[in-house]
């Protein structure tokens, strides 16, 4: 029988992104589905691959051009990219723009992440015990729980590693219960989510790896090549290339450690 979240033939033929429904699986949601942008390397896999999750942003155009940069990154280490939409579809369009009736919590961004987990798995060129969850800022604090909670959608799924950009390690860094490895890049001038909350306490001793980046100068969203100002709350954010470059060295390491484009 036809399955909800099958990817769209277009999906399996193109190169590049192409728009897919992703049904939300488990507990009762507020909305059905989520959007996703779906690429895919040249050949007919099994592939291993990354969910991209936003941050408060959402897919603004900022926002859409870091996570395709991203995405591109990805492809060529030879990873399938699917980047999630949770706002859109619920009517969101950024945390402060938001309706105050409504709330978009990182317990809904988990179970969209395992949701994308299953619609990854059902496709014939993912190798679906190799799929990686990355997240940006409130993307990336999802991130933070998804790893430590088991698959709310009823699925039994299992990410193989996490990446979390400039997360907010102060309420959800639960190493104790991480269930894959992790890594977490963020600028130690990050006024929106501080990094000294991501430093583990000396006692804790965790199931996976943990791997911490902090960048000297860097700003919350490091990565956004635009032009330097005060945003959030006022916090000041800047591109800090040399973070930038060095975070996609960092991720080749660790993918290549823990989850590498080619099986073992």
């Avoid at 999906?11 to 690429?39: H, K, M, W």
């Avoid at 950024?94 to 798995?121: E, M, Q, W």
Wanted: proline residues 8%; contains cysteine.
């Amino acid at each position: 029988m036809h399955k909800a979240w099958t990817v769209p033939l277009c999906a399996l033929l193109c190169l590049t992104a192409c728009s897919v429904p992703i049904q939300l699986l488990g507990q009762a949601n507020d909305v059905a589905s989520i959007r996703g942008s779906l690429a895919k390397p040249d050949g007919p896999g099994p592939f291993p691959a990354v969910i991209l999750m936003h941050g408060c942003d959402g897919l603004s155009p900022m926002s859409l051009r870091r996570a395709q940069h991203w995405a591109h990154f990805y492809r060529r280490l030879g990873y399938v990219t699917l980047i999630t939409d949770s706002f859109t579809p619920r009517g969101w369009y950024g945390c402060r723009n938001r309706d105050p009736k409504s709330r978009i919590t990182v317990t809904h961004r988990v179970v969209d992440a395992y949701s994308a987990l299953a619609f990854l798995a059902a496709q014939p060129f993912v190798d679906k015990d190799r799929v990686v969850l990355e997240g940006m800022s409130h993307g990336g604090t999802s991130v933070l729980n998804a790893l430590a909670v088991d698959d709310p959608t009823g699925q039994h799924g299992k990410f193989a590693a996490g990446i979390a950009f400039y997360p907010r390690c102060v309420y959800f860094l639960d190493l104790v219960n991480l269930q894959a490895p992790l890594l977490v890049l963020v600028g130690d001038q990050d006024g929106t989510t501080p990094a000294e909350p991501c430093h583990p306490p000396a006692h804790v001793q965790a199931p996976f790896e943990y791997r911490l980046k902090v960048y000297a100068g860097a700003t919350h969203a490091y990565d956004v090549d635009s032009p330097g100002g005060r945003y959030f709350q006022g916090d000041y954010r800047e591109f800090h290339p040399q973070a930038t470059a060095d975070s996609a060295t960092q991720i080749q390491q660790f993918l290549a450690t823990h989850v590498p484009a080619a099986s073992r």
